[in-house]
């Protein structure tokens, strides 16, 4: 079984930055995909960013892209969010996603295990 833990979040005024951790436990960290999904209040839960198992492939949803940057370490079970330039619109609460298999992308039903969340807001 795997537990997500992520870590980071806050308040943060706009233009500011912020990076989230996410902590996971488990043997096979390095063998899946993981990615960062956001919820914001009265909306559905939308993709982020992805990475591949080894770290080597990357993907954005267009509304972070060239401001949030997506990263892991293997030794250390860990993936990261680095997110610069933000804007009282990324105020939502962030959650980590492992993937079911070694890349999932955007593809919300690829993931089957999601941390609690990190509320991170944005003040204007």
């Known amino acids: 079984q795997v537990q997500l833990v992520e870590s980071g979040g806050g308040l943060v005024q706009a233009g500011g930055s912020l990076r989230l951790s996410c902590a996971a436990s488990?043997?096979?960290?390095?063998?899946?995909?993981m990615g960062w999904f956001r919820q914001a209040p009265g909306k559905e839960r939308e993709f982020v960013a992805a990475?591949?198992?080894?770290?080597?492939?990357?993907d954005y949803a267009d509304s972070v892209k060239d401001r949030f940057t997506i990263s892991r370490d293997n030794a250390k079970n860990a993936v990261y969010l680095q997110m610069n330039s933000l804007k009282p619109e990324d105020t939502a609460v962030y959650y980590c996603?492992?993937?079911?298999?070694?890349?999932?992308?955007?593809?919300?039903?690829?993931?089957?295990?999601w941390g609690p969340g990190t509320q991170v807001t944005v003040s204007s």
């Open positions: 990475i591949t198992w080894s770290g080597s492939g990357t």
């Open positions: 996603a492992k993937s079911r298999t070694g890349y999932s992308g955007s593809y919300y039903q690829g993931y089957d295990h």
């Open positions: 488990g043997r096979t960290f390095s063998s899946y995909g």
